[in-house]
């Protein structure tokens, strides 16, 4: 993982906390209009990505009971994780690529509804993806994987295919990779990534004719489940932001100028609207920077910002970096995972950081995002999240007009009752997210994602269920009301 340079120990500090009174007083606990949802109050629970759907990506009991933990906390809303659109095989992620996979989704809303006491709306993140593998072993990836060229056989001296590929592995590496071109250098030592700018492959130059229906097949089945919301996945490392970044340079009129780069979100963006009741929010989380270079930046942000409310979004959420552009190469086997360089720690920072530290690192950028959106005479809602772990903290984000809700997944993750506990004037029985990061190290390694928090509490609640390799239980600890 990066480390900045700078070794700064942040220590979490919640602040001050309130009494009942105050809280139910404040502005985060205040109700707030989402498009056509009324949220209870200003707190948001963003989507998060815990690996326990079934091999085959249907929402079966580790699923429900995971969100129906965070419902029993009463946040607003809560955003279930990145949810695929596609009927293919992506292991433990949770899927709505077909009708067979309602039935889950359908009970974990009913799940939802019943440990919220009906207080939580809940929404859904769809997320698309293009491919990318392992990194190879450098003798399988010049044997099995590399497209000859006459380049390759005029470095060689050799004409027969077989005689080539091991002549190139004979190679030293300085050699080979003068003489590999830069895509199949990165293939050879990050492993193969699909690009939405490879417009040479016949189903890449077609997304832009494709992806509106897939959101929308897929938006149509939630709205069948009984989600409240869609929050359209435009962020990170993955299809619809790289239509947006600012290095995307398809010349096809969906890259190059922001103005052509902004086309398929919003075209996928109506097609969803279109397809779902008018009840039901529609919005997108997107970067407030892609901190990469040549990457989109606050400025690019805030006009796509206006974009987004102009064409009738409900709520903008925004993060920050996590791009495979400078992930750090990946072990011989394993896939380039893009919160690992400098963008992925812009997105999740650790405690041990640069000065500017991991608490509401995304708030300036979130200011300057929202501003824009009211000066174009827009009203719509800006969800803020990032290291956000105290009330006094998400009060000021709120007064200040960073935002209009606060997200907090970390936090969240750590006490999913932490709402509940600060309403209730117990914010001193909350349980401190340490921003060790240990939940993201389970998240690269596709493990069933937990709280080391948890198993440090000695409760008397009986543990539900234990990962899959026994040493982690799954189910944060209860929450005694009565015993403070």
């Known amino acids: 993982m990066f480390k ?9 500090d919640p602040g001050r906390w309130p009494d009942a009174a105050e809280a139910a007083r404040s502005r985060l606990f205040s109700p707030v209009q989402i498009g056509p949802l009324a949220l209870a109050t200003r707190t948001w629970v963003p989507a998060m990505v815990p690996w326990r759907a079934t091999p085959d990506g249907a929402a079966g009991a580790d699923v429900i009971d995971w969100y129906a933990r965070f419902a029993a906390g009463r946040p607003g809303a809560i955003v279930i994780e990145a949810t695929g659109i596609r009927d293919v095989p992506s292991g433990p992620l949770l899927r709505i690529g077909d009708d067979r996979f309602l039935p889950g989704l359908t009970r974990l809303v009913d799940a939802v509804r019943e440990a919220s006491g009906g207080e939580t709306k809940l929404l859904i993140q769809l997320i698309d993806f293009l491919a990318i593998r392992r990194r190879p072993d450098r003798t399988t990836f010049l044997s099995r994987f590399l497209a000859l060229t006459d380049r390759h056989r005029a470095a060689t001296g050799e004409t027969d295919d077989d005689a080539v590929r091991r002549a190139l592995i004979a190679m030293p590496d300085a050699d080979l990779h003068a003489v590999l071109d830069p895509r199949d250098r990165e293939s050879l030592t990050q492993g193969y990534r699909e690009r939405v700018t490879d417009v040479d492959k016949p189903h890449i130059a077609d997304l832009p004719q494709v992806l509106p229906g897939l959101f929308a097949a897929a938006a149509a089945r939630a709205a069948h489940a009984g989600f ?4 359209l996945h435009y962020a990170h490392a993955y299809t619809m932001a790289s239509f947006l970044s600012g290095l995307n340079n398809r010349s096809d009129g969906f890259g190059g100028p922001r103005e052509d780069r902004v086309r398929l979100p919003l075209n996928v963006y109506h097609a969803v609207r279109a397809a779902v009741p008018s009840q039901m929010a529609v919005g997108c989380r997107f970067l407030a920077e892609e901190c990469i270079a040549g990457g989109n930046t606050v400025d690019d942000a805030a006009w796509f910002a206006v974009e987004f409310a102009r064409a009738g979004m409900d709520f903008l959420s925004l993060s920050r970096g996590g791009k495979f552009e400078d992930a750090l190469q990946p072990r011989v086997g394993e896939a380039a995972y893009p919160y690992t360089g400098p963008s992925g720690y812009e997105c999740m920072p650790a405690f041990i950081s640069d000065v500017a530290g991991p608490f509401g690192r995304n708030a300036r950028p979130a200011h ?10 827009f009203t719509t809602p800006v969800v803020l999240a990032g290291g956000i772990h105290g009330f006094a903290q998400a009060e000021a984000m709120l007064a200040q007009g960073d935002a209009d809700v606060i997200g907090s997944a970390r936090q969240s993750l750590a006490d999913p009752d932490w709402f509940r506990k600060v309403r209730a004037g117990a914010g001193d029985a909350v349980r401190q997210c340490e921003f060790s990061n240990y939940c993201e190290g389970l998240d690269q390694k596709h493990k069933q994602v937990t709280c080391k928090l948890w198993d440090r509490q000695k409760t008397g609640d009986t543990q539900t269920g234990m990962s899959h390799d026994g040493k982690r239980r799954l189910t944060a600890p209860a929450w005694d009301a009565g015993a403070g």
């Open 368 to 377: 300057t995002i929202r501003a824009t959106v009211r000066t174009a005479g």
């Open 4 to 12: 900045p340079a700078e070794r700064i120990i942040h220590r979490p």
């Open 228 to 231: 409240d919301g869609i929050e």
